[in-house]
């Protein structure tokens, strides 16, 4: 079963620190559903199925729920799609109508974009919405019909201190929410906040990892076990469709900056809603191979449940060479303990060196290497 993606790439305005891709004029609309519409049915008797539908973006809240429910009916015809649909929103722009309609559409998860409690840190974000909103939202999403809702937060942002993120975990979970994102704030080039130096207001990078270990045994105490790097869910509430991504499961994305893994191969649309009308959404790039061992150890150590290194295909010479890295980082406290390879919490912090050296010892001792998805059938043919 695939996971379908669907960019939405409609913002009311844009945060200090986004460095997702989105567009402040809506006035496409329309146009913009139609070619995704033709995109999706452009995989009309394949025999794809599949088993989730994410809406990202961008906001999502910003599209009329009458149309993402044409493009969740057109999965539906085209992918047989039953399962998992989610679609982020913003709690200024999720109304009580469009929360219902969108339900109503076959929508059964919303991740609202909620970031933090705390009035100036939502202000310093660049955010639109108030605390209040929040809880608003999270109310209005549940009396539409949604069982299934999320929060994202944000940390190390401008501001921030351990009480007022203490406050932030507190009043979400208080919510009744199934699950919470939480994502270290990454100031990317060319963003606002990279040019006005944001920087000297938020928590420097030590503060900032105590914010992160502190959110794990937080979010711990209050019923969310941690089960990806920046992911916490009460039992159950894990999101499917993002774990198809740290599994290097197939996914088709739709719409400008999504990217796909299909039939061993990436591709992707790139950032541009001009450019993606343009070309009606045939603008696809070829991304190399995908899905091979480098990918799944590389994915796979993201997820709490780590990797089974049994399933890497190693020679071994590498299967040693693995062991013996991994028992270094399970004695400097990166790794848990047992057979497979998982990060500590602290591990998760210090992820990219750790899966570097990892990588580097997959290179060369894999019994067969990707050039076997090379082979595969090129879906852009
Ligand atoms: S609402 Fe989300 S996607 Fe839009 S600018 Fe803000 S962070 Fe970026």
Partial sequence: MTGLYIHIPFCASKCGYCD??????????RAYTDAVLREIRRFAGRGLRADSLYFGGGTPSMLEAELLGEMIAACREIFSLEGEITAEANPDSASFRWLSALRRAGANRISFGAQSSDARELSALGRRHSPEQIGQAVREAREAGFDRISLDVMLGIPYQTPETLRETLVSFAALGVEHISAYLLKIEPGTPFAVNGAERLCPDEDAAAALYLQTVRELAGLGFAQYEISNFARPGGACRHNLKYWRAEEYIGFGPAAH??????????????AEYLASDGCNLVPDGPGGG?????????????????????????????????????RKAGLMAEGP????????????????????????GELLQDCNEFEAERDILS
């Fill in 20 to 29: 997702f891709y989105s567009v402040t004029d809506r006035s496409g609309r």
């Fill in 260 to 273: 796909s893994l299909l039939g061993g191969r990436r591709f992707y649309h790139p950032r541009g809603l």
């Fill in 293 to 329: 061992p480098e990918e799944r150890l590389m994915l796979g150590l993201r997820l709490t449940a780590g990797v089974d290194p049994a399933a890497l295909n190693l020679s071994e010479r590498g299967r040693a060479r693995l062991a013996r890295q991994a028992e270094i980082f």
């Fill in 340 to 363: 497979r390879l998982r990060l500590t919490p602290r591990g998760f912090l210090v992820s990219n060196a750790v899966i570097c050296a990892l990588m580097e010892i997959l290179d």
